[in-house]
């Protein structure tokens, strides 16, 4: 059975930082691109950020640009979203996502879906 499960979500004042971890089982997804969406209460699930099966190419939404960094371990089955300058605005549940077949920012363009994880950022 294939898993992603996310971790490290939590409540953080502006300006924090939080580290998110997105473990993979059921399979290995080394050679496939991975991405976090995010989905704020009322809003719809919004893309944050992508990276390739190598780490050698990424995307970025506008609005994380310069404070989000997407990295992946491949021998770990791990994605990783490290998040710094926390805003209010960044409040969400966020979703670890695998096996993009179509546009890397298209909720659409993937196949495996995480659980999510609460950030919660006060101001």
């Known amino acids: 059975q294939v898993q992603l499960v996310e971790s490290g979500g939590g409540l953080v004042q502006a300006g924090g930082s939080l580290r998110l971890s997105c473990a993979a089982s059921g399979r290995s997804f080394s050679n496939c691109t991975m991405a976090w969406f995010r989905q704020a209460p009322g809003k719809e699930r919004e893309f944050v950020a992508a990276i390739n099966w190598s780490g050698g190419a990424t995307s970025y939404a506008d609005s994380v640009k310069g404070r989000f960094t997407i990295s992946r371990d491949n021998a770990k089955n791990t994605l990783y979203l490290q998040m710094i300058s926390l805003k209010p605005g960044d409040t969400a549940v966020y979703y670890c996502?695998?096996?993009?077949?179509?546009?890397?920012?298209?909720?659409?363009?993937?196949?495996?879906w995480g659980q999510g994880t609460q950030v919660t950022v006060s101001s």
């Open positions: 996502a695998a096996d993009a077949k179509g546009s890397w920012n298209k909720v659409s363009g993937y196949d495996y």
